[in-house]
């Protein structure tokens, strides 16, 4: 935060080429004295003027004959940056995830199409294979439409607050997750299933993306501790005015001396391979976003993150 007092116009010209860099971000707070309101919207025109860069507080400080006081700071963009960037991520996730689904079903069309010109080949096409080679293709492309499906609403998001069941969002989750979850033998015991349907109010896509972010931690434990028989379970709690979504994975915990500090922004413990931002963005939704509360525990299998919603 620093400071500059506004004299003329020429020396406010002065201080910004000096001072201020036309490629950053600055939140400036301009103070200025009930007599001098005249020359605040000349300065305030003036800033806009130059640069869209700046985002501007101006406060009525009610005496008067005082000096106009500019105080500015630099924003910290590059905390934005990391959050586009980790959301970009996330989409490269998703699209790897899409090709990975669409292999299988693309190779039984393409063999089922093959099988069929060969045996019309052959003359040994009959209505019963004909109709048995249809059936797969057409089976095997509404698998391929559905996967789309599911990925765009995901991705289609604006930041309209919708009102959506707790449970199909979870399994709209997992089907994203779907492959990788395969690709690494990791069970998923989802028992929200189990309990009666919990309406949410969230921004669609960020519930899915916590979720998300805790899963693949829960992932990259599983592969780094070399753990047999991965398995995470999805729990549902209800209660009065709130609901907890439990998950629980049996990948050995988090070390004790660093529980504490696995929300905080930047924090990891997976050097070149991590960015911190997971678990931290996840607490920003959770806490800001959906009112609610994220928090984590040990227990004797793993690790047991706890999301609070208010209902
Ligand atoms: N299920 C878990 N079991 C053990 N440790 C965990 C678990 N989930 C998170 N952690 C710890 O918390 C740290 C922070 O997680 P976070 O998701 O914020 O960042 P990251 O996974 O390291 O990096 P990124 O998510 O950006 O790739 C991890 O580095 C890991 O040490
Ligand atoms: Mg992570």
Request: a neutral charge; charged letters at 25%.
């Amino acid at each position: 935060m620093k400071s500059y007092i506004y004299n003329n116009k020429d020396n406010l010209i002065d201080f910004i080429n000096n001072n201020l860099n036309k490629n950053n971000h600055y939140e400036i707070i301009i103070l200025f004295p009930e007599n001098k309101i005249n020359i605040k919207d000349e300065i305030v025109n003036f800033l806009n003027d130059i640069t869209n860069k700046f985002s501007i507080n101006t406060q009525n400080i009610g005496i008067e004959n005082q000096d106009i006081i500019l105080i500015y700071k630099e924003q910290n963009i590059l905390k934005y940056d990391i959050k586009h960037l980790k959301k970009m991520a996330l989409l490269g996730d998703m699209i790897a995830n899409i090709s990975h689904q669409w292999r299988q079903p693309l190779s039984v069309i393409t063999s089922s199409a093959s099988a069929m010109i060969l045996h019309k080949d052959l003359n040994i096409l009959d209505d019963k294979s004909f109709e048995k080679f249809a059936n797969n293709i057409i089976s095997q492309g509404q698998f391929l439409a559905q996967t789309i499906d599911t990925f765009r609403s995901y991705i289609k998001k604006d930041n309209t607050v919708i009102k959506t069941i707790l449970q199909e969002e979870i399994k709209l989750t997992l089907k994203i997750l779907e492959s990788v979850l395969s690709q690494n033998y990791i069970k998923v015991t989802n028992n929200t299933l189990k309990k009666e349907n919990t309406n949410i109010h969230i921004i669609k896509g960020e519930f899915s993306q916590v979720l998300i972010n805790i899963i693949t931690n829960a992932k990259d434990v599983f592969i780094s501790n070399n753990i047999k028989n991965k398995e995470i379970i999805i729990d549902l709690k209800q209660e009065n005015n709130k609901c907890v979504v439990c998950i629980e994975d049996n990948a050995g915990g988090i070390n004790e001396d660093i529980i504490d500090k696995i929300f905080q922004e930047d924090f990891t413990t997976k050097d070149n391979d991590g960015t911190g931002i997971g678990l931290s963005m996840s607490y920003d939704i959770v806490t800001e976003h959906l009112n609610g509360n994220l928090y984590v525990k040990n227990t004797k299998k793993g690790a047991k993150f706890f999301i609070e919603l208010p209902l």
